[in-house]
């Protein structure tokens, strides 16, 4: 039986350099996990953040570490105590930590969903950690109600897109900010008020803000107080100093996503019943994680980039 399996991580902080295809030893399930041989991966910004060293304080991590948010693959083997997933199953979700660019994958078994019929692994490793992380950080400063007016910094991104459309079916009159080449998309959404970054400043045009939606960070986040309505609040995705960086009068919540199982299967679902938009900008291949993990950090698209092990 070969024990040897090829995987992405990282030895040593730095830069684009610093992410090596590697191989290492394929783990053994322990109590509560299962082993996962995984099909698909999404990338995500969490990967260069770690690579960096950006995250080291928030995260301690030891090194090396295999990168990799969210997976979607086959349960290989199960471990013991694991009595709702068998061998064969199609399953999908976050790793709560890091370590899915890898061929096989150990997961505690409680923190993964079954991919729904009708959604491919590609399309499933899309939605795991942006699904879940974009309807917490909506409603994580209270429920949403008919008329908010909610805005969207990072709108046509992994997180934004799926955050239009929540926001959106909630009632909520909806301003997506993007980039030029995607502002059609988020329009398509459902946006009611689209803005583009590149050639606008939000603050002059928009205000009475009841809940800013902050996927961008450093100076967007600096900007975006003076549009708040009175009781208004951003959540950030991005900058966990926040209330550091707040005005004395407004108010201001880091959101840390965390997995979700429950609520990814609906969400996977309504994907694969087509209810949900779920965008992905590109497929790539294993070999290719390294770069697509500095494009990340560089530049971005629309939707989702995710890697096809198969390629
Ligand atoms: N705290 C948590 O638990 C958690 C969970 C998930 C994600 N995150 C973080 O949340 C952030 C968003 O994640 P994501 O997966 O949605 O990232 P993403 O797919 O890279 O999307 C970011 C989007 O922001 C856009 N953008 C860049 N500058 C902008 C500006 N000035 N104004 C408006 N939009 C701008 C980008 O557009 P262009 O294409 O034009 O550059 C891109 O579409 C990342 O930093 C990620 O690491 C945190």
Redesign the pocket.
């Known amino acids: 039986m070969n024990t040897i399996q090829r995987a992405v991580l990282v030895r040593a902080y730095g830069g684009a350099a610093a992410v090596e295809v590697a191989e290492i030893q394929k783990p053994t399930p322990e109590q509560s996990q299962v082993l996962v041989r995984v099909r698909a991966a999404g990338v995500?910004?969490?990967d260069w953040?770690v690579r960096e060293g950006n995250v080291r304080n928030a995260f301690p991590l030891p090194l090396p570490i295999v990168l990799g948010?969210e997976l979607a693959g086959v349960v290989d083997a199960v471990g013991p105590g694991v009595s709702h997933l068998q061998v064969g199953d199609r399953v999908m979700g976050a790793m709560g930590g890091l370590g899915a660019y890898a061929e096989f994958v150990t997961v505690n078994a409680a923190t993964l969903s079954r991919t729904p019929e009708g959604l491919d692994d590609v399309r499933a490793a899309a939605v795991p950690?942006?699904a879940v992380?974009?309807w917490?950080?909506l409603h994580h400063a209270g429920s949403i109600y008919p008329g908010q007016r909610i805005l969207i910094?990072?709108?046509?991104?992994?997180?934004?897109?799926y955050a239009v459309q929540y926001a959106k079916r909630a009632g909520a009159e909806v301003f997506a900010?993007?980039?030029?080449?995607?502002l059609d998309y988020v329009r398509s959404l459902g946006a009611d008020y689209v803005?583009d970054?590149?050639s606008q400043r939000?603050e002059d045009v928009v205000r009475d803000i009841d809940l800013v939606l902050d996927?961008?960070?450093?100076?967007?986040l600096d900007r975006s107080w003076q549009v708040l309505e009175q009781n208004g609040v951003i959540v950030?995705?991005?900058s966990?100093d926040i209330l550091a960086r707040k005005p004395a009068n407004r108010r201001g919540l880091?959101?840390?996503?965390?997995p979700d199982p429950e609520l990814l299967e609906k969400l996977a679902e309504e994907i694969a019943s087509g209810t949900l938009q779920s965008k992905i900008s590109e497929v790539i291949g294993f070999a290719d994680i390294p770069e697509a993990i500095e494009r990340?950090r560089t530049?971005?698209?629309?939707?989702?980039?995710v890697v096809d092990f198969s390629r």
């Not at 910094?153 to 897109?161: E, I, N, P, R, S």
């Not at 880091?254 to 965390?258: A, E, G």
């Not at 530049?299 to 980039?305: D, F, N, P, Q």
């Open positions: 995500n910004g969490i953040k948010a950690v942006a992380a974009a917490k950080s910094h990072g709108a046509a991104g992994g997180l934004g897109g900010i993007a980039g030029t080449a995607d803005l970054y590149q939000f996927y961008v960070g450093g100076e967007v950030s995705t991005v966990p880091w959101f840390m996503n965390k990340n530049a971005s698209r629309a939707g989702k980039v």
